[in-house]
């Protein structure tokens, strides 16, 4: 086989469709991932991943913005900050603050799009992607240690293991997107109420367009949960 053909088998392996999982191994996944969330000691390692999420929803809608993006950053304590140059004000300024807190529940939508679709191995390909587009603009060590680390779960994942654990993976991820992307609002909405995070994004969006920030954590309410009913559906094939 010259390499023409194993290039076309490749790519018609990642454009093309593969068979539904059953709906107990959706189910268990979800619960696998619900287990990923809920407990405290757990959510301190996994918020890691929600994390990068957020700072690649940043990042990206400040690319595509026009602003000039400089760089992200990852801390061990699950925060992260996304810099960017360009208007201090304005539209894509108010879009990049306001991108961060939807953007794991938006990707865990999408991805349950593609998954309801049957396309599992696009997903992981998919997000090999993003996280090497991540990595590039990665600027502290624990945050490209963390980046490398969810790529090559993916990469091991999409090359040493068949149909099932595939399939089994990516909807844990999805699952874990979708319930991931609840709970950060909420830990906002309880440091705000106890006078913390002063600097948060609503906050900032707040000094940005005179709206206040209790509006916008309401809007990273809404999308949350309704990419969570939304995606929910789409895995459950409902």
Not at 5 to 34: D, F, K, M, N, Y
Not at 45 to 56: D, L, S, Y
Not at 93 to 107: E, F, R
Not at 169 to 183: C, I, N, P, S, T
Request: charged share 10%; aromatic share 8%.
């Amino acid at each position: 086989m010259d390499s023409s053909t194993s290039a076309t088998g490749l790519w018609s392996r990642v454009v093309g469709t593969q068979p539904h999982p059953s709906l107990w191994l959706v189910l268990v996944t979800g619960l696998i991932a619900l287990a990923a969330v809920v407990p405290f000691r757990v959510w301190r390692i996994t918020r890691n991943a929600v994390t990068i999420a957020h700072e690649g929803g940043h990042a990206l809608v400040a690319v595509l913005s026009g602003r000039r993006l400089d760089g992200i950053r990852l801390h061990s304590d699950t925060s992260g900050l996304t810099v960017s140059r360009g208007r201090p004000t304005g539209l894509g300024m108010v879009l990049t603050a306001a991108a961060g807190y939807p953007a794991p529940s938006l990707l865990g939508l999408a991805g349950a799009w593609l998954l309801a679709a049957g396309h599992i191995t696009a997903l992981l390909w998919g997000a090999t992607a993003l996280l090497a587009a991540v990595l590039v603009m990665i600027r502290n060590a624990y945050g490209a240690l963390t980046v490398v680390l969810a790529g090559a779960s993916f990469v091991l994942v999409s090359w040493l293991t068949g149909p099932p654990v595939q399939a089994a993976f990516a909807y844990g991820v999805v699952w874990f997107l979708l319930l991931g992307g609840v709970r950060p609002a909420f830990e906002l909405q309880r440091k705000r109420r106890h006078g913390g995070a002063a600097d948060s994004d609503a906050d900032q969006l707040a000094r940005l367009t005179n709206v206040p920030a209790v509006v916008w954590l309401a809007m990273f309410h809404l999308v949350a949960l309704c990419a969570l009913t939304g995606g929910g559906r789409w895995l459950l094939g409902l």
